[in-house]
């Protein structure tokens, strides 16, 4: 199984410990999330990251275009640059699927999303684009940002044939839940816990752990009209019925990706998580690895959550080394 290893994190204040962490368990790299209404801000927590490390990368998984004004997000990733250098450094970018939901927004269109990557690009190039009907050029002198041009790796997470074709144009590609074939760089977004010898998947600890990733799965389910392949996928859907239609993202999005809501915790039990392969032992994890690989995989992103991070991000790493 040729598989990298890296780590997704919840980009909370606590994230850049995790990071230091996670590299002293040989994690290659650390992705953070760019949900600004359920996360630390980005770019603050990779720079504490990159004060916190020596060695393990440093990217953004992924970054929201919509969020911020392509300069802001250049200038950003010069200052990232600057302080561990290009080698560290990824780029990962998307149309903003928690980013923009949180805020009760869509995803933004790949059109948008592509030119948005391309400018930051030629900033980080040195070039003078046009952005908003006005040329705009870093002017940074030296000690204000790092020296142009500045070349680092490129992610797109793509879903849809519109997605795939702005990551055939990237450096490679980031998928959830399932591996994209066809790209010789594809960081698979993974979550759940490892299961303790004879422990039971609906145990406290596990649903603290990994009742989240569960959670998601009803998420995705529901926007992608997969409901009814989903246990008690209708009544879940149902619960949320009664919460209004312009607030119902602020319920959704209650603990994402960490926690399990009030209103989730009645479907999150054993039983899903087992289902949803969320809380399985280290030999099931092991096999569920080299199943990813065989899809098409080249590097696993474990999002480790819960009140134990170590011990998730501890327990990945020996199930994944076997």
């Not at 594809?186 to 406290?204: A, I, K, M, R």
């Not at 209708?234 to 960490?258: M, N, S």
Request: aromatic fraction near 8%; glycine fraction near 10%.
């Amino acid at each position: 199984m040729n598989l990298t290893m890296s780590c997704a994190l919840n980009t909370s204040l606590e994230s850049p410990e995790h990071a230091r962490i996670a590299e002293d368990l040989g994690y290659s790299r650390a992705w953070f999330y760019d949900s600004p209404a359920i996360c630390a801000d980005v770019w603050m927590q990779l720079a504490r990251a990159a004060d916190r490390t020596e060695r393990i990368g440093l990217g953004t998984g992924v970054l929201v275009p919509a969020l911020r004004h392509p300069m802001v997000t250049a200038t950003a990733i010069a200052g990232l640059v600057a302080q561990v250098g290009t080698e560290r450094v990824t780029v990962g970018f998307g149309t903003g699927f928690t980013g923009r939901l949180t805020l009760g927004q869509r995803p933004s269109r790949w059109a948008y999303v592509a030119h948005y990557a391309e400018v930051v690009k030629r900033l980080l190039r040195g070039e003078t684009v046009e952005w908003e009907g006005a040329p705009i050029q870093m002017l940074h002198h030296d000690g204000f940002a790092a020296v142009r041009p500045i070349e680092v790796p490129w992610v797109a997470a793509a879903i849809g044939p519109k997605g795939l074709a702005v990551a055939r144009e990237q450096d490679g590609v980031f998928s959830v839940p399932d591996p994209l074939p066809g790209f010789d760089w594809c960081v698979n977004l993974t979550l759940g816990t490892v299961l303790d010898d004879g422990e039971d998947p609906g145990s406290d600890r596990a649903i603290a752990a990994a009742g989240h990733a569960a959670s998601l799965w009803f998420h995705f389910a529901m926007e992608f009209g997969g409901l009814d392949n989903v246990p008690d996928g209708e009544r879940w859907a149902a619960a949320y019925a009664e919460v209004p239609a312009e607030t119902r993202h602020l319920e959704l999005h209650d603990g994402h990706l960490w926690s399990v809501s009030e209103r989730d915790r009645p479907f999150v039990d054993g039983r899903v998580l087992a289902a949803s392969g969320a809380a399985m032992s280290a030999a099931a994890w092991r096999d569920r690895l080299a199943e990813l690989a065989s899809n098409g995989a080249t590097e696993i992103a474990y999002q480790p959550a819960g009140p134990d991070v170590p011990r998730e991000l501890e327990a990945f790493a020996t199930a994944m080394r076997g």
